[in-house]
C-alpha cells in the first residue's frame, strides 16, 4: 500500500487543521491506519489510529478530546481533525498502515509498521 499524507500548515494557537492520509492498494493491505508526529529533536509518538473494519480508535493522552480520526472507505482515506491546537502540536505528521490489527493501544507503537506515507508539516504559532 501506498500512502500520501496532505493538509499540514501554519495555524494560530487554538486554530484546526484537518490532515489527510490517502491509500492506494488492495483493501487486504491495510487494516490498520495510524497517524503519528515527529517534534525537531523528539522521538515519534503514535498520535491515533483508526481500524479499517470496526472504526475503532485510539488516541493519545496529549490529544484525546481535541483530535478526531475518521475513514473514508470511498476514498480510502482516513482523515486527522485536529481542533484546538497548541504550540506543543507542532511536528511532522506522518501516517502509516498495518495490513493486520494489533491489541488496543498497541496500534500506536511504530514498532508495529512498515509501510509509511511522506510526512506534512504542522506549524502552531502565532
Known amino acids: 500500500v501506498q500512502l500520501q499524507a496532505s493538509g499540514g500548515g501554519l495555524v494560530q494557537p487554538g486554530g484546526s487543521l484537518r490532515l489527510s492520509c490517502a491509500a492506494s492498494?488492495?483493501?487486504?493491505?491495510?487494516?490498520?491506519i495510524a497517524w503519528f508526529r515527529q517534534a525537531p529533536g523528539k522521538e515519534r509518538e503514535g498520535v491515533s489510529c483508526?481500524?479499517?473494519?470496526?472504526?475503532?480508535?485510539y488516541f493519545t493522552d496529549s490529544v484525546r478530546g481535541r483530535f478526531t480520526i475518521s475513514r473514508d472507505g470511498a476514498k480510502n482515506t482516513v482523515y486527522l481533525q485536529m481542533n484546538r491546537l497548541k504550540p506543543e502540536d507542532t511536528a511532522v505528521y506522518f501516517c502509516?498502515?498495518?495490513?493486520?490489527?494489533?491489541?488496543?493501544?498497541?496500534?500506536?507503537?511504530?514498532?508495529?509498521?512498515?509501510?509509511w506515507g511522506q510526512g506534512t508539516l504542522v506549524t502552531v504559532s502565532s
Open positions: 492498494g488492495s483493501s487486504l493491505d491495510y487494516q490498520l
Open positions: 483508526i481500524s479499517r473494519g470496526t472504526g475503532t480508535t
Open positions: 502509516a498502515a498495518r495490513a493486520v490489527r494489533v491489541p488496543g493501544r498497541t496500534c500506536l507503537n511504530s514498532m508495529h509498521y512498515v509501510n
